[in-house]
């Protein structure tokens, strides 16, 4: 992909890319719209527990012990969502523009 040597060390490729640790805006995207379409699969903050806080909004993690459980296309969704723009998630009932927002 670089044109690098096959032995080369990846370190200093992965540092001129400047993509190694970023998140894939793909990912994210199919991600955010497989919650929008299943949003009756998945809890706030609001329905768990009657506390009016900033948070009410926010999917409601299941505590999870087990990295293999976090580390999952699931909980990250909802750690993706809860930190999206308010003036995004605020569109999770109209589709087509969160899509677009998003």
Same mark, same amino acid.
Request: charged residues 20%.
């Given at each position: &992909?670089?044109? !690098?040597?096959?032995?080369?060390?990846? *370190?200093?490729?992965?540092? $001129?890319?400047?993509?190694?640790?970023?998140?894939?805006? &793909?990912?994210?995207?199919?991600?955010?719209?497989?919650?929008?379409?299943? #949003?009756? $699969?998945?809890?706030?903050? %609001? %329905?768990?527990? %009657?506390?009016?806080?900033?948070?009410?909004?926010?999917?409601?993690?299941?505590? !999870?012990?087990?990295?293999?459980?976090?580390?999952?296309?699931?909980?990250?969704? &909802? *750690?993706?969502?809860?930190?999206?723009? #308010?003036?995004?998630?605020?569109?999770?009932?109209? $589709?087509?523009?969160?899509?677009? !927002?998003?």
């Amino acid at each position: &992909m670089m044109g !690098a040597h096959p032995r080369t060390s990846c *370190r200093e490729l992965f540092k $001129k890319i400047r993509d190694f640790n970023s998140p894939k805006p &793909m990912y994210i995207h199919i991600n955010e719209v497989f919650f929008i379409g299943n #949003q009756e $699969k998945f809890q706030t903050n %609001s %329905s768990v527990h %009657s506390v009016n806080t900033r948070n009410k909004h926010y999917l409601h993690r299941p505590v !999870a012990n087990l990295s293999y459980f976090q580390k999952g296309a699931s909980y990250s969704g &909802m *750690r993706i969502f809860n930190n999206l723009p #308010q003036s995004i998630t605020s569109l999770k009932n109209e $589709k087509p523009q969160f899509k677009v !927002a998003l």
